[in-house]
C-alpha cells in the first residue's frame, strides 16, 4: 500500500462492539453454543491460587528491558508515561482519570419498540439494512430479495461500528455484519435445509461488511448517508469476498484447501462480531462464532477431531444449519477439513482502498474472537487485545515485534505479521474462602489481584511443549489450555482507556459457573449478569509482561446484594446486565453496550466514570428496540455524537415477517441499523 490516502485521518478514539437471549438469538447467533456442552474441558485452573513464581519470574526481567519511550501521539491508547515502578501496581481509583462531567437523566430501563434517548438528546438511523452501499445498489425491496441485490446493498445485522474521518464533516463508516436472521429475512423461512438456494445466496452476501462515505447534517452531531456521486470507497465485504493469509501460519498445511493448494488464498469472512483500528487507518474485524456454518465436523480425519471439538464445529447437518454447504461444498467438512481452520481469524481491511484484498493476520491466533483494539507500548510495538467470546474460555494479547513508526505506512502495514501472542492468566489477592460465590466483597474490600500474560508463540518459534508454531495459531485455544490460562466468563469487548491508560475487559455472563469454580476474577456462580474487569498492566506499559487487576463493576440490579458499582451508592445507579462492547469518550468515561439484558427490560448504552467521587456512577444514556441488542457504541472525537449499531430488533422466539415483534426503524419489517445520537443543543454527549 501507498502512504496514507489523502483525506485520511488519524483514527477518532477506537471504539467498538455484544451475549444471550432468545433462542432464536442462540440459533442464529451462535448456532446454539449455550445449549452445547462446554467446549473447555481442559484442566487448567479456574483462577489462579497457583501463579506466583511464573509472575515475577517473568514479569520483573522485562520491566528492567524497557524504557519509557512514549511514541504514536494520536494513537488511540496511547498513554501517557507515568513514573517508573518496578512492582506491578493495583488500579487505584485515584490515580486513574475519567472523571468526565456527566450530567444527563437516566433513561430507564423499559421494553418499548424504540430507539430511546436522553431528555433534550435526538437521535436518527443513518443506514439500515437493505440501504444501497455501491452506487448501483436497487433499493431495498423485502417482498422481492435478491443476492445480487444483497451483495451492493448494506447487510444485516451490524456489529462493530467506526469512523475513519475524511475531514471534520464527512467521514466512512466501517460496519460489520455478523449474522442473518433468516426467519426474520424471509416470508416462510423454516430451516437451511428447506430453504431456497437464492435465500442461501442472500444470507452469504448480508454477511461480512459495509464501507459507507457519510456527512455531517448541517452543523449538528447529526450524521447522513451520502446518496449521491462517487462513493468512491463504498464497499460491500462478505462471505464470499477473496481474501488473504499473512503472517507465520499462512501456507501452512492446516489451511490447505482442494480449492487453494498454497493456502494462502480464504474466500469470505464469517460471524465478524465487533473491532478495533490500526494506528495506520485500517480497521481489524473479528471472526466469532464461525463453527456454526460448518457441517459434518464429526466426519474429518481421526487427527483432527479434537480440534474440531474444542472450538465447537456441528456435528453432522444440525437442523439449526443454514446449510451453505448446499450452495458452496467448502463448508461441509467431510470433504474439505481444512475449510474451518480459514475462519476465526482477525482480518484488516483498509476503507480507504476498496480494491485492497483483506488480509487475515495468521499471528492474532484463531479462536472466537470478539474485538481487536489496539494501542503502543512504551517502546512503540504494536499491542492488539483480544477476548474469546465463549463460556471459560481466555483473554489474549498480541506484541508485535518491531516499533510503530508514524507515517511510516509500508513498514507500519508489516507489524500485525510478526510478533508474540500472550495469553492471560489471573491470581486473586484474596484467601479463596473469602471468594465464597455469594458476590460479597472479600476482606480487602475488591474482587482483584494480579497476573501474568504468558506467551504462546513468536513468529515461527512455539513456545507451548508439543505443538508447533503454526498449530499455536490455528489452534490457539488449545495452546492455551496447555499453558494454564484462566477461564474466564466469556471475554467479549476489551479496549484499553487512552485517558488512563487501563484496560477494559466485558465479561458478559456464564451461567455454567458451578459454585466450585468461582475464583476472584470470576466470583459468582451461575453468573446472568457479567462484570468488567480493569486491568493495569505494570508501569503501565501495554507492553509489560505482568498486570493487576480489579472489578470495578459486578452488573445486575443494583438492589442485588451480589452487584458492586465500584463503592458508589447504589440507590443512584442504573440496573445494567451482560455487559458486551466498551468504548470511552476524550474525558475517559467509560461507555458500554449490553446484549441478552436478563433483567427483564431492553438492552442499552451506559456510561460510567472510571475517577474520584463519582467513579461507578453508571447511568443509562439509551435503550434499544424490543430484541435487539446495543452493539458498536462509537463517540466520536468531537463528543458531538454517538453512533450505537441496533443488531437484531424484534429477534425474539416465534416472531416472523407475518408476526414481527419489532417495527423499528419504519413501522414495518424490523431491520438493524446504524442510529446515531446528538444534543439537541449541541452539548457533548453525556455532559
Ligand atoms: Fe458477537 Fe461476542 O458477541
Ligand atoms: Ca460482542
Ligand atoms: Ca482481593
Redesign the pocket.
Known amino acids: 500500500m501507498a502512504n496514507p490516502t489523502p483525506g485520511r485521518l488519524l483514527p477518532l478514539l477506537s471504539t467498538p462492539h455484544?451475549?444471550g437471549r432468545s433462542a432464536l438469538t442462540c440459533q442464529f447467533?451462535c448456532g446454539n453454543a449455550c445449549a452445547h456442552d462446554v467446549a473447555n474441558t481442559s484442566e487448567n485452573s479456574y483462577f489462579g491460587d497457583v501463579v506466583k513464581e511464573a509472575l515475577s519470574r517473568r514479569g520483573v526481567l522485562r520491566a528492567g528491558a524497557l524504557g519509557a519511550l512514549v511514541v504514536g501521539a494520536g494513537v488511540a491508547g496511547a498513554v501517557p508515561a507515568l513514573a517508573d515502578d518496578p512492582v506491578a501496581e493495583t488500579a487505584d481509583a485515584e490515580t486513574l482519570k475519567g472523571s468526565g462531567n456527566i450530567r444527563f437523566t437516566p433513561v430507564p430501563p423499559n421494553t418499548d419498540d424504540a430507539l430511546t434517548v436522553p431528555e433534550g438528546y435526538e437521535q436518527a438511523v443513518v443506514v439500515r439494512w437493505g440501504d444501497p452501499v455501491l452506487p448501483d445498489a436497487p433499493a431495498f425491496d423485502f417482498a422481492n430479495q435478491s443476492a445480487e441485490a444483497q451483495a451492493k446493498q448494506f447487510g444485516y445485522n451490524c456489529?462493530y461500528v467506526t469512523l475513519l474521518p475524511m475531514g471534520k464533516d464527512r467521514a466512512l463508516l466501517w460496519v460489520n455484519h455478523?449474522y442473518t436472521d433468516e426467519n426474520l429475512m424471509f416470508r416462510g423461512y423454516t430451516t437451511g435445509a428447506a430453504a431456497t438456494e437464492e435465500q442461501i445466496k442472500i444470507a452469504l452476501a448480508a454477511h461480512g461488511g459495509s464501507v459507507v462515505e457519510i456527512e455531517r447534517a448541517g452543523k449538528t452531531g447529526q450524521w447522513k448517508l451520502v446518496t449521491n456521486g462517487r462513493r468512491r470507497y463504498n464497499r460491500r465485504v462478505t462471505a464470499q469476498t477473496p481474501m488473504k493469509f499473512s503472517g507465520p501460519a499462512a501456507g501452512s498445511d492446516l489451511l490447505k484447501t482442494a480449492a487453494d493448494q498454497a493456502g494462502l488464498k480464504p474466500v469470505g469472512m464469517l460471524n465478524n462480531?465487533?473491532g478495533g483500528v490500526t494506528p495506520w487507518g485500517t480497521v481489524l474485524t473479528a471472526e466469532?462464532?464461525f463453527d456454526q456454518y460448518f457441517v459434518n465436523g464429526d466426519k474429518v480425519p481421526a487427527a483432527q477431531k479434537p480440534y474440531i471439538s474444542r472450538y465447537t464445529i456441528p456435528s453432522g447437518t444440525p437442523s439449526g444449519s443454514r446449510r451453505f454447504d448446499r450452495i458452496e461444498e467448502r463448508f461441509d467438512l467431510a470433504k474439505h477439513p481444512n475449510e474451518a481452520n480459514r475462519f476465526g481469524w482477525i482480518v484488516e481491511i483498509d476503507p480507504f482502498d476498496p480494491e485492497g484484498t483483506p488480509i487475515k493476520r495468521t499471528a492474532l491466533g484463531r479462536f472466537k474472537h470478539?474485538a481487536a483494539n489496539t494501542t503502543l507500548a512504551r517502546d512503540g510495538r504494536l499491542v492488539v487485545y483480544m477476548g474469546d467470546?465463549s463460556r471459560f474460555e481466555y483473554i489474549y494479547k498480541f506484541v508485535s515485534k518491531k516499533r510503530y513508526i508514524e507515517g511510516f505506512d509500508r513498514h507500519n502495514r508489516t507489524l500485525l505479521d510478526e510478533g508474540t501472542l500472550y495469553v492471560a492468566k489471573f491470581t486473586g489477592d484474596s484467601p479463596k474462602e473469602e471468594i465464597d460465590g455469594s458476590g460479597k466483597l472479600p476482606s480487602d474490600g475488591a474482587f482483584d489481584g494480579s497476573g501474568e500474560w504468558i506467551p504462546l508463540v513468536s513468529g515461527d518459534e512455539s513456545h507451548v511443549e508439543g505443538m508447533t508454531a503454526t498449530e499455536v495459531l490455528v489452534y490457539t485455544r488449545v495452546a492455551a489450555d496447555k499453558v494454564g490460562a484462566t477461564k474466564m466468563d466469556r471475554p467479549?469487548d476489551m479496549e484499553r482507556n487512552p485517558v488512563n491508560g487501563a484496560v477494559y475487559v466485558a465479561l458478559?455472563n456464564n451461567t455454567n459457573r458451578t459454585a466450585a469454580q468461582v475464583d476472584e476474577a470470576n466470583p459468582r456462580p451461575s453468573n446472568k449478569h457479567g462484570h468488567i474487569l480493569e486491568l493495569v498492566e505494570k508501569r503501565d506499559d501495554a507492553g509489560a509482561t505482568t498486570f493487576a487487576w480489579s472489578l470495578p463493576l459486578i452488573c445486575g440490579d443494583p438492589k442485588d446484594p451480589a452487584t458492586y458499582f465500584a463503592g458508589y451508592d447504589k440507590t443512584q445507579v442504573s440496573p445494567i446486565s451482560c455487559p458486551?462492547n466498551v468504548t470511552f469518550d476524550r474525558d475517559g468515561n467509560l461507555w458500554i453496550a449490553t446484549?441478552g439484558n436478563q433483567l427483564g427490560s431492553n438492552d442499552g448504552m451506559f456510561v460510567m466514570p472510571l475517577k474520584g467521587k463519582e467513579r461507578g456512577h453508571l447511568r443509562q444514556f439509551l435503550t434499544v428496540p424490543v430484541g435487539a441488542e446495543t452493539c458498536g457504541p462509537m463517540v466520536t472525537e468531537d463528543q458531538l455524537s454517538v453512533f450505537v449499531a441496533v443488531q437484531h430488533p424484534g429477534e425474539i422466539d416465534g416472531a416472523t415477517p407475518d408476526k414481527p415483534a419489532s417495527r423499528w426503524p419504519d413501522g414495518d419489517q424490523p431491520r438493524p441499523s446504524v442510529a446515531v445520537s446528538w444534543h439537541g443543543k449541541g452539548k457533548k454527549i453525556g455532559s
Do not use: G, H
Open positions: 455484544k451475549a447467533r456489529d455478523e462480531c465487533s466469532e462464532n470478539e467470546d467479549e458478559t458486551d446484549d
